[in-house]
């Protein structure tokens, strides 16, 4: 058999179109969607299953909240991966630094009355908007030190994700040196009251805010993005700096705007998780898996896909607590991601082809 | 000099001499001898010269960082040489480690099974437990680099961080694993039996008087030679591998799969070979830590402390050099071990500015060390020696063949 004969080919041609054929189905944003319904299906079935039935619809709402702060995370996230194209590891550590900021500038300010249901006070909010700049500045900063000399000299990818690596560790370590290995907390001892909604549902206020305040900052940032005009010059370095530079918008500007908005929403994002759980130095670093997780499942660049992943992990997050060890959380993330990754790399709102 | 001195300067002597030759410059024909001589020597100087406690410091000193020497020439296989940015060094570190504890420990009876809970302990020599170490990390990412390797460059990075950060999850969760969240003690060493009084039944008669003056203080120097031997046998190997078409292919790869494929390499098997050979490498990296710790619990392994570290060796090193490698490996432990010195000259210092300070002094070692990586990553992103371009040995520089 020294020519392989026509009908031997073609069986195998076919088999190849079949196979191309199932991999343009998968590739499809319905399948992904259809895939994440299933695994959020067995997620709840399994909960049912290990006699978790009743709590199902009270994690159900806590993961929401939950997915609000991963929400608040993944904005400045996925805004600067969209522009700046690389992961960028350092934003956990710029997560944590907005939460430690804040708690230092907290007794400062005249403690103002409570704000019945929420347990903080005007203070708490007046600290917050002080520490988002400050962090905000620090991520400026990095750039301006470490960031635009890499873009400069036209590095590689690899040597920014390395760049933002350490960069994570040594704001990781100055978190260290100023505020310490303890855990603390805005409002020591302060009670936090869980009103009662229907079906058996506890949520406290606070929750509510976040979660509130997650859809704000994603409504606001996509607004931005699309209205503004510095929303459509960043739009544009995103999609090809040096055209954008041609059409004369000023790119390190831009980028530098990108880097402030992003600190200032991972402040806001590590004030928020702070708020509802406590204040450590890993905290960030336990937020960059579900964050990384979201802005890629909602597609690098769209704070609303970022604000509809975080929610879905936030939910299968407390869900599998029902059956898994609550440690296991960062694991949910990650094996959501990875199947995103597998089915639709642009993830769920990312442009086709990309 | 007396008898213990000697012995302790032989044993240090013998393990440089199987890292030294590692670190000489190639293609000289005095490389390997001269390395062994020049191990020896500086072994016996250096027992003869430096107080006992110090001796075994320098001696701790050396095992470390030829460990690290092992984990960042796996990397380097994945990195240097395929291009993966694997940023979970630590899981299959962790796996080797814990693999190789399960395997030779003893399963715990009676009182002591209610505070170790282990999967099994099957008391089986030091060498299987590392060659299981090896195989287990080997299978860990085949099993991870089906799904993961597919993926662009900046998402593996991602995932890999994941995968550790599970691997870890897992072995700090489940306690009938490996003693969940408490260490995991009583790993056994090799050949430990030597200097205990009592001695090895397996030694020959004539020969216990050589270590007899030896005691279980002076062990770790034994060790050492341990894992330099298998440093340099690993670095042999690696390296002979890197060299042929294999490693050729693995460049290939990395620089350009598209000219790779078309020159009918299968450029999906290449990546996840070399994928998990540099597991496989960590894997025995992992093994030879746990037997020298002894103990080892979930929070060795935490996914940056062990990622990072090793990957600031290999890029202050130069990624696609081995020898970079391992040089990298020493030179960072070097400089690791002396910033605590600087931590703790810095103490009044930092006890001046504020009264809690001088207590987290070590956190200003990793203000320090990721200032480096900053440092290379912005100034010398090659290394210290770059990547060979060579392709044969039988080549001149200019291209004509030695041979003429």
């Known amino acids: 058999m020294a020519v392989p004969g026509t009908d031997h080919e073609q069986p195998a041609a076919e088999a190849q179109r079949l196979g191309e054929r199932l991999r343009e189905m998968t590739r499809t944003r319905t399948f992904l969607i259809a895939t994440l319904i299933v695994i959020l299906a067995l997620m709840y079935l399994f909960g049912a299953l290990s006699g978790a039935g009743s709590r199902l619809m009270s994690l159900t709402a806590w993961g929401l909240m939950l997915g609000g702060v991963i929400a608040l995370g993944s904005i400045g996230l996925t805004l600067v991966y969209g522009v700046m194209k690389f992961p960028n590891f350092s934003h956990g550590a710029l997560v944590t630094l907005g939460a430690y900021v804040t708690y230092t500038v907290l007794p400062l300010l005249p403690d103002g009355p409570t704000l019945s249901p929420l347990s903080f006070g005007y203070e708490f909010l007046v600290a917050m908007v002080v520490a988002m700049p400050v962090v905000g500045a620090v991520a400026i900063a990095l750039d301006r030190a470490v960031y635009r000399r890499l873009r400069r000299t036209g590095s590689h990818l690899v040597l920014f994700a390395m760049a933002s690596l350490a960069m994570a560790f040594f704001l990781r370590s100055l978190i260290y040196l100023i505020w310490g290995p303890d855990f603390h907390f805005y409002y020591p001892g302060q009670p936090n009251p869980a009103f009662r909604l229907p079906l058996n549902i506890r949520v406290q206020g606070d929750q509510v805010f976040i979660l509130v305040m997650a859809f704000v900052f994603v409504a606001g940032v996509s607004a931005l993005l699309e209205w503004t005009k510095m929303g459509k010059a960043m739009r544009a370095t995103a999609d090809n700096p040096d055209l954008a530079g041609v059409r004369g918008i000023n790119t390190e500007r831009v980028i530098a705007w990108t880097w402030g908005l992003g600190g200032a929403l991972a402040a806001c994002g590590g004030v928020m998780y702070g708020l509802s759980s406590q204040l450590r130095p890993e905290m960030g670093f336990w ?38 060890d609550p440690t296991y959380g960062p694991a949910v993330a990650f094996v959501l991601m990875v199947i995103t990754l597998l089915i639709r790399p642009q993830g769920l709102l990312g442009r086709d082809g990309g | 000099m007396s008898q213990v001195i000697f012995i302790k300067g032989l044993m240090l002597g013998i393990a440089l001499a199987f890292i030294l030759p590692i670190l000489l410059p190639p293609g000289r024909p005095w490389r390997v001898p001269g390395g062994i001589v020049l191990g020896l020597a500086t072994g016996l100087i250096l027992a003869a010269l430096i107080p006992g406690g110090y001796l075994s410091y320098v001696i701790s000193f050396l095992i470390m960082a030829s460990i690290y020497g092992l984990l960042s020439l796996g990397l380097n296989t994945q990195w240097g040489y395929t291009g993966h940015l694997n940023f979970g060094v630590a899981g299959f570190f962790a796996v080797g480690a814990f693999t190789s504890a399960l395997m030779t420990i003893e399963a715990p009876t009676g009182v002591a099974a209610q505070y170790t809970q282990v999967l099994f302990g099957l008391e089986m020599p030091f060498l299987v437990g590392v060659a299981t170490a090896a195989v287990v990390s080997g299978v860990v990412a085949l099993i991870v680099a089906v799904p993961v390797l597919r993926l662009r460059m900046d998402f593996l990075a991602i995932a890999t961080i994941g995968v550790a950060e599970i691997i870890r999850l897992i072995f700090q969760n489940e306690r009938w694993l490996a003693n969940g969240p408490q260490p995991l003690r009583g790993i056994p060493q090799p050949a430990r039996c030597l200097f205990e009084s009592e001695g090895c039944a397996w030694l020959p008669e004539g020969m216990a008087w050589i270590i007899e003056p030896l005691t279980t203080r002076d062990y770790s120097a034994f060790y050492l030679i341990v894992v330099a031997a298998f440093l340099a046998l690993l670095y042999l190997i690696i390296e002979r591998a890197c060299r042929s078409p294999w490693g050729r292919m693995l460049r290939a790869v990395r620089d350009d799969e598209a000219s790779a494929a078309m020159n009918g390499k299968h450029v999906t098997y290449a990546r996840v070979q070399s994928f998990v050979v540099g597991a496989v490498v960590m894997g025995i990296a992992g093994a030879l830590y746990a037997h020298y710790t002894v103990a080892i619990d979930y929070s060795h392994f935490h996914a940056l402390f062990a990622t990072f570290i090793v990957w600031i060796m290999l890029m202050l090193g130069g990624s696609g050099n081995h020898r970079g490698a391992i040089l990298g490996a020493i030179i960072i432990w070097a400089v690791w071990s002396g910033t605590s010195f600087i931590a703790s000259g810095l103490e009044p210092v930092l006890a001046a500015i504020h009264e809690e300070l001088p207590g987290r002094a070590q956190y200003i070692r990793w203000l320090l060390v990721s200032l480096l990586l900053a440092g290379i990553v912005l100034f010398r992103p090659q290394g210290v020696l770059r990547e060979e371009m060579r392709v044969s040995n039988y080549l001149r520089k200019d291209g004509g063949s030695r041979d003429g």
């Open chain 1, 287 to 324: 937020l960059l898996l579900p964050m990384f997780a979201a802005t890629i499942m909602g597609g690098i660049g769209n704070p609303y896909g970022a604000l509809i992943a975080a929610l879905i992990i936030g939910i299968s997050h407390q869900v599998s607590t029902s059956f898994l």
